[in-house]
C-alpha cells in the first residue's frame, strides 16, 4: 500500500512538471508518454544550445585572432 502511495505521488508530480492541462485527468501512461516525449525536446533544444554556443565561441575566437 506504500509503494502504490509513493507511486501515485510520484506521478501527480511528473504530471504538474509537465506542459499541459492540469486538470485533465490522464493515465499513467500518457503521463509517461508525454514526460519522455517533453525530455527528448529538451534534449534536442540543449544540444542545438551547446552547438550554438560553440558557433560562436569559434567565431568570436577567429575574429579575436584577426586583431
Do not use: N
Request: glycine share 4%.
Amino acid at each position: 500500500r506504500k509503494r502504490r502511495k509513493e507511486m501515485k505521488d510520484l506521478f501527480d508530480e511528473l504530471k504538474e512538471q509537465l506542459p499541459a492541462d492540469r486538470g485533465m485527468k490522464s493515465s499513467k501512461w500518457e503521463i509517461l508518454t508525454h514526460g519522455v516525449s517533453v525530455v527528448a525536446v529538451i534534449a534536442s533544444s540543449v544540444k542545438l544550445i551547446i552547438k550554438d554556443t560553440g558557433s560562436c565561441r569559434l567565431y568570436r575566437q577567429s575574429e579575436a585572432s584577426k586583431q
